[in-house]
């Protein structure tokens, strides 16, 4: 699940409605309850996020009603599993009216945050988790001067390198038995022109 600057992809974002639908944290992480367990009802939903059965069976509905996610197979009467119907969400920062302008801003904010979230998260617990895992983990920051298509090209690799793995959401089979769910996460962003707002 990402912010994506680049046009016609898979999952893309384009209506305004979505995006507001999409601009709150918890639509983000009942997701990711379906990105990692592959289907999963809103009670289970609500065990992991830690929030109300019934908020995450409302916001499943709305997810549903955008076509994000989906009623999965079940053998069951009583309970109703969701499933994602696309393991990428993109969107484009570039929008060409003031209403897409003003719910692409609000979208990325709830994302920005969600994402900063569960860094802090992973912070706060790591010294709980092996520490080979602790090792392989990246934290990096870097500044430099660029024009804006050298920024590009750099976006555009930074995003390959993080999509190379991304069959393994869609086929269990291919993840190897060691493996476990890691959260990539980028940003490549032009800093103010003056350095006193650097840290406004």
Not at 82 to 88: K, S
Not at 95 to 111: D, G, K, Y
């Amino acid at each position: 699940m990402s912010s994506r600057k680049h046009s016609e992809r898979r999952g893309e974002i384009v209506d305004p409605a979505m995006m507001r639908a999409l601009a709150h944290p918890l639509k983000w992480a009942v997701m990711e309850v379906l990105l990692v367990e592959g289907s999963a009802t809103s009670t289970r939903c609500a065990e992991v996020v830690g929030d109300r059965q019934a908020n995450c069976s409302f916001h499943l509905r709305q997810l549903a009603r955008y076509g994000l996610v989906e009623e999965a197979p079940s053998t069951s009467k009583r309970e109703r599993p969701w499933r994602l119907t696309t393991t990428e969400q993109s969107w484009s920062m570039a929008q060409p009216e003031e209403t897409s302008r003003r719910a692409v801003a609000e979208l990325e904010q709830v994302f920005v945050q969600h994402e900063m979230a569960k860094l802090m998260r992973w912070q706060r617990s790591k010294q709980s988790h092996p520490e080979e895992w602790r090792r392989a983990g990246l934290r990096a920051g870097a500044t430099t001067w660029l024009t804006a298509a050298e920024l590009e090209e750099a976006s555009a690799e930074i995003l390959e390198v993080m999509m190379r793995f991304r069959d393994r959401l869609d086929d269990p089979s291919t993840r190897p038995a060691d493996s476990r769910p890691v959260r990539l996460f980028a940003a490549a962003y032009p800093l103010p022109d003056k350095p006193a707002t650097w840290t406004a």
